[in-house]
């Protein structure tokens, strides 16, 4: 899902990364105030773990390449779709400059994708399921913001003319609708686990139990 650089003509870069820049300051605007001495390991190790699940990827045709994100995961645990922004910028940073995965002009749309469709996506639909069980709930919210980060991710190069939307669409969809089963069984056995085993440690302790 890691666009590379060529793939999309400046205009559209700059626009990604004016939309990205917006979030990533609420992101670190969240972080000012809940990123307390007590998360911070946590947050580090979640971003070693999503760096890592993200270096297993395949290419895809009339796409880009297929992999876990993360973004759900993240901001389930901090109960606040700002968390799993900040966690993907870094992880795309860290990827983008320093491991040439994904380029540094398009990182905006990188970001976007990823980043704020994966977050936002994962955490409400998270929400809005949650009343019928945290397992069910995570795997779908992981599944989710998996799959339209995926979709998003064809639509923009659609818009960039880079591949046509029909076959963006169904490779980028089908590839990642069948990944997504991972990402949201991986999510679900997470989030389950530490709503069990350390609830002090989720901010969506209280988001679990309402």
């Excluded at 606040?80 to 400059?97: D, E, K, N, R, Y």
């Excluded at 380029?103 to 409400?124: D, K, T």
């Amino acid at each position: 899902m890691h666009i590379p650089d060529g793939f999309m003509p400046l205009w559209e870069c700059g626009v990604f990364w004016l939309i990205s820049l917006a979030f990533i300051a609420m992101s670190l605007k969240w972080a000012s105030k809940e990123l307390d001495e007590k998360k911070v390991p946590l947050f580090a190790a979640l971003a070693a773990g999503i760096f890592a699940i993200q270096a297993m990827n395949m290419p895809i045709p009339w796409g880009t390449s297929g992999h876990m994100v993360g973004g759900a995961l993240t901001a389930i645990i901090f109960d606040s779709p700002w968390a799993g922004v900040l966690m993907l910028t870094l992880v795309l940073i860290v990827q983008g400059v320093f491991f040439a995965d994904g380029g540094l002009l398009v990182m905006g749309a990188n970001i976007f994708n990823m980043g704020i469709i994966g977050s936002f996506v994962g955490y409400y639909v998270f929400k809005a399921l949650k009343n019928i069980g945290t397992p069910i709930a995570a795997f779908v919210a992981g599944w989710a913001s998996l799959f339209l980060s995926a979709i998003v991710c064809a639509i923009e190069m659609a818009i960039a003319g880079t591949f046509p939307l029909d076959k963006g669409l169904y490779y980028m969809g089908l590839y990642h609708a069948c990944i997504g089963i991972i990402e949201g069984a991986i999510t679900a056995i997470v989030i389950a686990y530490l709503s069990n085993v350390k609830p002090d440690l989720i901010g969506a302790k209280s988001t679990v139990n309402e």
